[in-house]
C-alpha cells in the first residue's frame, strides 16, 4: 500500500509545509523538523520556474519569506536559488524528495495546473510513488498523475468537493478544518475517501476534528498535534 494511504488509515500527522514554527515552511530544515517531532506525512507546496525546475514555495514571489519582489514563475532558477527563504536554501522538489526518501509520507500539492506533468516525471525519477500523494484545489491538476500516485483535492468552501472527488476517481479530500464536520467526514468514508482536515493549530480544535472521524489533521505545529494525537490513539 502507498505509505500515505497505510498512514492515513491509522490516524495521521501532517506537518504542515514540514514545522513552520521551527524552521523556514518548504524547507529542507522545516521537513527535518517535522519528521524529528515524529509527523506521519509532511506537506509541501510546488513552483515551477521559468526555464522549467520544480521547486518549494508557496507564493507566488519571495516577498514573504524572502524580501524581495522576485515573480519566481517568470525567472529562471538560477536567479531563484540566489535566495533564501529566511536563511535557509529553497529547495528543489528533487532536494526534498531525495531528503525525505520515504521515511515518512509526502503530501506535495500543485498550485498550477500546468506544472503537473513536470510534477510527475520528478516523483517517476525519485522512484517515490510508493509514498507520496499530490493534492490540489483544482481537479485537472491531479488528472496527469492517476495512476501513479494517491490523489487529493482541497477545499475551503461549503458545499465542499466530497462528490466531485469521488466521480473523478480520487482517493483524499481535504477540507479546511471547519468544514470537516462529522457529518461529510462520514460521507466520505462512505465513499472510499479518505480525510484530511487542515490547518489547526489549536489543540482543542485537534481533538475536535478527530472526534468528527477525520483521518489527520495537518498543522504548523508538528510537535502539538503529534501529542494530541498520541494522547486520543496512543
Known amino acids: ?31 527535518k523538523a517535522a519528521i524529528e517531532a515524529g509527523v506521519d506525512l509532511v506537506e509541501m507546496d510546488i513552483q515551477r520556474s521559468l526555464d ?5 514555495l508557496h507564493d507566488d514571489d519571495l516577498a514573504r519569506l524572502a524580501g524581495v519582489g522576485l515573480r519566481v514563475r517568470e525567472a529562471k532558477w538560477a536567479e531563484i ?5 529566511r536563511g535557509e536554501p529553497i529547495p528543489t522538489l528533487e532536494d526534498a524528495l531525495g531528503f525525505i526518501d ?15 506533468a513536470a510534477v510527475r516525471e520528478a516523483i517517476a525519477r525519485a522512484g ?5 500523494a ?13 495512476g501513479l500516485v494517491p490523489l487529493g483535492l482541497i477545499y475551503a468552501r461549503p458545499p465542499g468537493a466530497i462528490a466531485e472527488a469521488k466521480r473523478e476517481g480520487f482517493d483524499i479530500v481535504l477540507p479546511q478544518y471547519r468544514l470537516a464536520t462529522e457529518r461529510s467526514n462520514s460521507f466520505a468514508h462512505r465513499l472510499g475517501l479518505k480525510v484530511i482536515a487542515w490547518t489547526i493549530n489549536d489543540e482543542a480544535a485537534m481533538e ?27
Do not use: C, Q
Open 1 to 31: 500500500m502507498n505509505k500515505v494511504l497505510e498512514a492515513l488509515s491509522k490516524k495521521a500527522v501532517v506537518g504542515h509545509r514540514g514545522f513552520p514554527l521551527r524552521a523556514p515552511e518548504n524547507t529542507i530544515a522545516s521537513f
Open 52 to 56: 522549467g525546475v520544480v521547486f518549494l
Open 81 to 85: 536559488a540566489k535566495h533564501k527563504a
Open 102 to 116: 520515504g521515511r515518512v509520507g509526502a503530501l506535495i500539492e500543485v498550485k498550477h495546473p500546468e506544472d503537473s
Open 128 to 132: 517515490a510513488a510508493g509514498w507520496v
Open 134 to 146: 499530490v493534492i490540489s484545489f483544482y481537479a485537472e491538476a491531479l488528472r496527469p498523475l492517476k
Open 208 to 234: 475536535e476534528a478527530w472526534r468528527r472521524g477525520a483521518d489527520a489533521v495537518a498543522s504548523d505545529n508538528a510537535e502539538l498535534a503529534v501529542r494530541v494525537k498520541r494522547r486520543l490513539y496512543g
